[in-house]
């Protein structure tokens, strides 16, 4: 069980970066990949970016790839979201999740509150 607590979201012009931080706290962050999720007003949740233990396998959804970069810091127990080039279509609440990258076939467990993002044009 990992509790999570993003933050550094807010408002962005169009073109804008932002690096979004969701601090973990619990003993199996070390063993616990981690994924961003979003979801804007009447949309679908989306995955944006996840990021395997050790960090060596990451993967992006198709909307942010080129533009996001993941990465984690296991020493500090948090894991970032990097944002560039921020289009308007970005505005969402961004989740962090985790989930258990030890045990086969595990699901996003554990949650963030969430963290808002808008960007203006």
């Known amino acids: 069980q990992v509790q999570l607590v993003e933050s550094g979201g807010g408002l962005a012009q169009a073109g804008d970066s932002l690096r979004l931080s969701c601090a973990a706290s619990?003993?199996?962050?070390?063993?616990?990949?981690m994924g961003w999720f979003r979801q804007a007003p009447g949309k679908e949740r989306e995955f944006v970016a996840s990021?395997?233990?050790?960090?060596?396998?990451?993967l992006y959804g198709d909307s942010v790839q080129g533009r996001f970069t993941i990465s984690r810091d296991n020493g500090r127990n948090t894991v970032y979201l990097q944002m560039n080039s921020l289009k308007p279509e970005d505005t969402a609440i961004y989740y962090c999740?985790?989930?258990?990258?030890?045990?086969?076939?595990?699901?996003?467990?554990?949650w963030g509150q969430g963290t808002q993002v808008t960007v203006s044009s």
């Open positions: 999740a985790a989930r258990n990258d030890i045990v086969r076939g595990s699901s996003w467990a554990d």
């Open positions: 990021i395997n233990r050790n960090g060596e396998i990451r």
């Open positions: 619990g003993r199996t962050f070390a063993s616990s990949a």
